[in-house]
């Protein structure tokens, strides 16, 4: 049991009931517990928390020992006096004051100030019977009724963001850390972690990996709450840092075990032990960066090895099994003749006929380029690599609007959807908008070079 924790409780019925959990954890992360030590006559036990201590708040306690009153301040002040005695006739004496005399009501069965030698004879017969839990029907009615519509903090299921908020917790942070300096705190929480890396040490030797790992952590967490309590010592600080450094170390975590190593210098520059685990860390943490960077650089050059061979032998079997365009439109009785000289400039600046592979069928086909002429206007454009398998229709819609969709952009302004490569304008040239996609004929042929030249008109 801790110094701190049996500074907290209250008397019923001949019992000290005090809550070891308050002062063990940090503020933030006080818990449940449902349990209380019960300290009679040097005794300790843990026992269930009686059902009249569940409604009673801590820091508005009043223990009751015949009728007198013993607030927590009080009961703090017994304890320290006496910690693991049964109180004096003199001690009793000295703590609360008769109910009648605090303007207090009596509660049921109590009968103002009593001698305190009878006092004595009373716990003495109670505590004859350690089981004896029982109270009095009416006093539990009382202690109902007064504490109804108190929340109890040590019975909460959340914790509020910042305990210091509700009065009734930050009455328990101050009974927690009654008469502590923060450097008397952090130096209890190094001792905790020593504890917590010894119990490590232990589970490792029996080979219980998880528990081992579970202490380390704890152990961290103990020293980190040592260095938030704002200690102002450098050798602690340096401490508390080189503790943290080698937790650090066994979890595998050498970057943060490396700053902490320094900071740990930095505090005090005699820490021999922060020395020694700062160039421990950087060698190893070197070593093993090392090792992973020649693993990536093996594994990379690797997959690019396996890359370009892949390439290589997917474009030499391409080019083997691959025909050319001339064998392809001489299978099909297409006969391949030179480019005209009127149209020799204009073939010249679109790109030669490409051969592509039908990933499902294995067949070939062709992207041709393709020549319009408007005779009307005595123009000429081109398209690039028209696909073959579309047909002409498809090849023009990116070029002129239907009816269809003009219809659509009227009834539905702002609201139409364009068509994936459809043309949603009429061309620049076409002033008189009759270029039309179901208006337009054409007549094409193959010319010298494979150029398609397609003449088009518009239908009268």
């Given amino acids: 049991m801790a110094p701190f924790d049996i500074l907290k409780g209250f008397y019923v019925g001949g019992f000290v009931i005090t809550y070891p959990g308050i002062g063990l954890k940090p503020v933030q992360q006080y818990g449940v517990y449902p349990f209380a030590e019960v300290q009679f006559r040097n005794v300790v036990e843990r026992r269930s928390i ?20 013993v607030t927590t301040v009080e009961l703090a002040r017994l304890h320290r006096g006496a910690r693991n005695a049964w109180p004096s006739m003199e001690s009793l004496s000295a703590i609360g004051s008769p109910m009648q005399e605090s303007g207090t009501a009596s509660l049921p069965g109590s009968q103002g100030a009593r001698n305190p030698a009878a006092l004595l004879q009373q716990l003495s017969a109670i505590a004859d019977d350690d089981d004896n839990w029982e109270a009095d029907p009416a006093f539990l009615q009382y202690l109902e009724a007064k504490y109804r519509d108190v929340e109890c903090p040590l019975f909460l299921d959340t914790m509020p963001a910042d305990p210091s908020s509700d009065p009734q917790l930050h009455a328990l942070q101050l009974l927690a850390y009654d008469g502590e300096t923060p450097l008397s705190v952090a130096k209890r929480y190094r001792e905790r972690g020593k504890e917590l890396l010894t119990e490590a040490a ?24 040592a260095l938030a309590q704002g200690v ?5 600080l340096s401490l508390l840092h080189s503790n ?38 950087d060698t190893q943490a070197e070593k093993e960066l090392r090792v992973l960077q020649q693993e990536a650089k093996q594994r990379y ?11 290589a032998a997917a474009e030499k079997d391409q080019k083997t099994n691959q025909p050319s365009p001339k064998e392809i439109l001489s299978k099909r009785g297409i006969r391949v003749c030179a480019v005209p000289p009127g149209l020799a400039e204009a073939a010249a600046q679109v790109p030669p006929v490409s051969v592509h592979p039908e990933v499902l069928t294995g067949e070939f086909f062709l992207l041709l380029p393709l020549l319009l002429l408007l005779d009307e206007y005595g123009r000429a454009d081109a398209i690039s690599a028209a696909d073959e398998r579309l047909s002409l229709m498809e090849q023009l819609k990116s070029i002129f609007p239907s009816k269809r969709f003009l219809e659509r952009a009227q009834l539905h302004q702002g609201d139409q959807e364009k068509a994936e490569g459809a043309a949603t304008e009429f061309p620049s040239w076409d002033h008189e908008k009759k270029y039309l996609l179901e208006d337009i004929v054409g007549y094409y042929e193959v010319l010298l070079g494979c150029v398609c030249v397609l003449l088009l008109r518009v239908l009268s």
């Fill in 244 to 281: 943290v450094a080698l937790c650090c170390l066994k979890r595998g975590d050498l970057l943060r075990c490396i700053d902490h190593a320094r900071a740990a210098i930095k505090c005090n520059p005699k820490n021999l032990k922060a020395y020694l685990r700062e160039p421990t860390d």
């Fill in 50 to 69: 009686p059902l009249f201590a569940k409604n009673l708040v801590l820091p508005q306690l009043q223990g009751v020992i015949g009728g007198h009153i």
């Fill in 232 to 236: 102002e010592d450098k050798d602690e």
């Fill in 301 to 311: 050059e690797a997959q690019q090895q396996r890359r370009r061979e892949a390439f």
């Fill in 202 to 225: 232990t589970a490792q030797r029996q080979g219980h990996t998880q528990a081992y790992r579970r202490k380390i952590q704890e152990a961290e967490d103990a020293y980190h709450r």
